[in-house]
């Protein structure tokens, strides 16, 4: 049995190693999500950077955290809704249902949500491991706005 771990190990290792790997940074980042037929748009405010993205009539933001020369070690997407009908129970009932984005009532901004979603990049990583946390942002993004009239459904669009 513990043969068959070591072998395993070791050809989990070959894989990775033989797999190429691109740094985490926000020009990477961009770079890949321009490939994705999405809309980035680099934005450097001092020594931090982030994303702005224009997606099917949505602008998300993507920030980075921890950031190195070798990459960085977090990144949190972001989007903001305002709409008349937004409220506190609105927001509490998604918090309630539903998994991986978290979203926030602004108080204080009658109207006003914000949805996020963290995630931890695996280091040395080929770039496309990030679409799984891309596709999962993109599509419960969409249901949230959904969710806070913000877009109609598909089947009522129609």
């Known amino acids: ?15 990775s190693a033989g797999a190429a790997s691109a740094q985490v940074t926000p020009q990477a980042v961009s770079d890949w999500l321009s490939g994705r037929a999405l809309t980035p748009e680099l934005v450097t405010e ?6 702005r993205v224009q997606d099917e009539g949505l602008t998300w933001l993507l920030f980075f955290y921890g950031c190195e020369a070798q990459g960085c070690d977090s990144l949190q997407f972001g989007a903001g809704f305002t709409n ?16 991986f984005l978290k979203a926030y009532f602004e108080a204080g901004e009658e109207g006003s ?11 040395g990583a080929p770039m496309d491991h990030l679409s799984d946390h891309v596709d ?3 599509g419960t993004l ?6 806070v009239g913000y877009l109609q459904a598909a089947a009522e669009a129609e």
Request: aromatic share 10%; proline share 2%.
């Open 142 to 147: 969409a249901d949230f706005a959904v969710h």
């Open 1 to 15: 049995m513990h043969m068959f771990r070591l072998a395993a190990v070791v050809a989990a290792l070959s894989l």
């Open 46 to 51: 001092g020594e931090e950077s982030f994303i």
């Open 136 to 138: 999962l942002w993109r």
């Open 84 to 99: 008349d009908s937004i409220t506190q129970d609105m927001v509490n009932a998604w918090n309630r249902d539903r998994r």
């Open 113 to 123: 949500a914000i949805v996020q979603y963290d995630m931890i990049p695996t280091a």
